[in-house]
């Protein structure tokens, strides 16, 4: 469908269909001569040792029900589909999704390997109402901020009035769609959902049953197998009606973890594969914390019960742990804390801009920034809350300049189209359209 509409409405002639294109390599064999080992080292060079073979295989969900034979089949697969492309239309910029599944995390080698660019749209703040960044490689890395760094001259006036605008606890991008339910909406939206687990639960057992599935199906057949009835029932009952949050007292010392949606590129790719068991890592964080103080943690407020239950209790039995409710604005919570601690993610943006302590595990564009602490071992943690704790931050010529680079790398422009977002957030999507196209041209330009 999708390539009809590029011949048709674009007038590409020879659009290339990804999955036609896998399935003459895996049936002619053309991947036959893929040596593993020479996989292997590419992805440990140009990943710089983040990443080696297996670690690129293993952080992909879709390869669960698939042994590791047919695994490493199909990296070969990929990976020949990847080179031949790049090398043959000679690219120079490979737009697509963040790096979460292995047949993009190594079309971003492939890419780095040959001097291209693997880049996404990620939406972001800016000082207009909607705004993206270009983030590049497997690490979403926001390479303008690199370039604008070259910019000595900072703007003092436009940094400010990004601050006053970004600081606010009402100023929280796409909080304002998020509703707290009632019990009866609760339960309406309780029963919807059953009957609609089941019918989905019925129709893939179904189609697993009728259709023979292969190893290039990976990612259909993940989808139909992930769905398990009985275990979505148990967590939506136990998330809305037997779940109690903890009550936050403001008052108290503590440092903020923002859970992360799973699984996202942000906890594995660009979390380089080590921490994605976040109740672990939270049970790592709460134990190197000094004596006295708090965890407090909160779910994404687009979570929902897509979680395993016993996550939630498991967290909430740490004694220095509190659970928070997952509607509670993350800046209220950021703006009483000593710090925050995350992966990766817009919390901790968030606190850069409050003058906050920011620990990262992950890879993140504020890396860049030298206030925050970037640790690659959880063992490392704990001497650096220690050497900090009574570290304040106030507004500085460091923080002004970060976010005078950050500001020269943003765009405005809707990007995010996930789910209903565009149409909650109002998107003109014909202006839209010319806005994103004209700030992709500039972009391009630049390199």
Known sequence: VEVEI???????????????EIKKIFKNKSYSKINTEEMDSLIIKETNGRFNLNGAIQYDRTFKYFSYTES??????YFYFWENIVKKYKINFLLHEPTSLFFNHIASIICKSYNARYITCIQVYGESDINFSVAEGDDGSFTEMKETALIQEIDIDRVTAFLNKIRPNSHNFFNAYIKKRSFFNKLKFSLISVVKSFIKYFYNRM????????????????????????????????????????????????????????????????????????????????????????LFVKDHPHAGSYRNYDDYFKIKSIPNVKLLEPLILGKKIIAKSIGVITINGTSGFEALLLNKQVYTFGNCFFNQCCRVKHIKNIKDLRSSL??????????????????????????????????????????????????????????????
């Open 207 to 294: 189609k697993l049953l009728i259709k023979n599935y292969n190893v290039l199906d990976h990612v259909e057949i993940f989808h139909l197998k992930s769905i398990n009835f009985f275990k979505e029932i148990k967590n939506h009952y136990y998330y809305y009606y037997r779940l109690i949050y903890d009550e936050p007292s403001f008052e108290e010392d503590y440092y903020y973890y923002p859970l992360h949606l799973e699984p996202e590129a942000v906890v594995l790719y660009w979390g380089d594969g080590l921490y994605n068991n976040q109740v672990k890592l939270i049970e790592n964080i709460a134990a190197q914390i000094p004596p006295g103080t708090f």
């Open 6 to 20: 590029l011949k048709n409405k674009y007038s590409i002639d020879n659009p290339i269909c990804f999955e036609d």
């Open 386 to 447: 220690y050497a900090n704790k009574d570290l304040v931050y106030n507004d500085d010529d460091e923080l002004f300049k970060f976010i005078n680079h950050y500001l020269n790398s943003t765009h405005p422009g809707f990007t995010d189209y996930y789910l209903n977002w565009a149409k909650l957030v109002g998107v003109d999507e014909s202006q839209n359209t010319k806005i994103v196209a004209d700030e992709l041209s500039k972009y391009f330009d630049k390199f």
């Open 72 to 77: 490493i089949e199909l990296s070969k697969v």
